[in-house]
């Protein structure tokens, strides 16, 4: 390009795969595109969008392990710190748990570890309380 022109891109619109806590959009240039006053490299910059919102989700068997916004646990009003979901409907084969999830962070299970799912003994719907310091005030 010669100096003192401004240089063009004409390809296809600059991508980047979304990861397991955000999408991308392609938002510009960096540096922004100016007249040719010498060698300069340009790299293409994104927007991320958070997957989901920071708090704790019910996750299981019956959610494939995998959480979305209806997923998400409330603060129970009537007991401070504790969260709680209503009207989950679980049958006894499943097995489930809570997990703390921000974006961009490693996500906390309670209870930790593997083989400790909870579970339910009827298949019904229930109201899960939680409490991430184990005790209710």
């Known amino acids: 390009v010669a100096e003192g022109t401004t240089p063009e891109y004409n ?10 806590y955000y999408t991308y959009t392609f938002a510009g240039w960096s540096p922004e595109i100016a007249a040719v006053t010498g060698d300069v490299e340009y790299t293409a910059t994104f927007d991320a969008t958070a997957k989901f919102e920071e708090g704790y989700y019910l996750v299981g068997t019956f959610n494939n392990w995998t959480f979305t916004a209806s997923d998400k646990l ?22 489930f748990k809570v997990v703390y999830a921000k974006p961009g962070e490693d996500f906390v299970w309670y209870p930790d570890g593997v083989d400790n799912n909870i579970s339910v003994e009827n298949n019904d719907k229930y109201n899960i309380y939680f409490n ?3 005790v209710a005030d």
């Not at 390809?11 to 397991?20: I, R, S, Y």
């Not at 129970?76 to 499943?94: C, H, W």
């Open 74 to 95: 409330a603060a129970n009003p009537a007991t401070e710190g504790e969260y709680m979901i209503t009207q989950v409907p679980l049958t006894s084969t499943d097995g």
């Open 11 to 20: 390809g296809a619109t600059p991508v980047k795969d979304e990861d397991d």
């Open 132 to 134: 991430p310091d184990g």
